[in-house]
């Protein structure tokens, strides 16, 4: 399992808006094949500031099936209008107990 960390700035004062484009948009994620859970944070101390969690079962799930497809495309379409700055976006995996 992978997990996909996103730290996405949204513009001040946009931030309902986008949490309702967020809602509208996570079918296109979270039916994407190989994506196994989604969840969206929002900072409490930065309340512009979001935080993407997304388990793929592999890296390339989500560069392949999701990142080269016309899913992003739509899900950008969606959400894309409300980012301050592009996401910062990284992969990690467990480390063994």
Not at 43 to 65: C, K, M, Q, Y
Not at 70 to 86: D, L, M, N, T, V
Request: with cysteine; charged share 25%.
């Amino acid at each position: 399992m992978i997990l996909e960390v996103a730290l996405i700035d949204v513009q001040a004062g946009q931030e309902d808006a986008f949490a309702e484009a967020y809602a509208k948009a996570l079918p296109i994620l979270a039916e994407t094949p190989g994506c196994q859970t989604v969840r969206m944070t929002r900072g409490i101390e930065s309340p512009s500031r979001f935080v993407l969690l997304v388990e793929w079962d592999t890296v390339e799930a989500h560069l392949e099936n999701f990142r080269a497809t016309e899913r992003f495309e739509q899900w950008r379409g969606i959400i894309g209008g409300y980012f301050a700055a592009p996401p910062v976006v990284e992969h990690f995996t467990d480390v063994p107990a």
